[in-house]
């Protein structure tokens, strides 16, 4: 038998992720883009940078096809 308890988390740990502020959302998130054909992964997370107004961006890779 599996009992789920009900627990609090404490704030200096962290927060639920429907709380978190856009500052945090931003900082700590992860942007799922279809980059289309043509513009390279780097010139993608160039313009997502310039767009967001972000200093640090970066991408995991790509997967390309014919």
Do not use: F
Request: glycine fraction near 10%; include cysteine; charged fraction near 25%.
């Amino acid at each position: 038998m599996l009992t789920r308890l009900e627990d609090v988390t404490d704030n200096r740990y962290g927060c639920q992720p429907q709380g978190r502020p856009m500052s945090q959302r931003i900082r700590y998130g992860i942007i799922n883009l279809d980059k289309p054909a043509g513009p390279s992964s780097h010139e993608v997370v160039a313009w997502v940078k310039r767009m967001m107004k972000l200093s640090h961006a970066g991408h995991g890779g790509t997967l390309e096809t014919d």
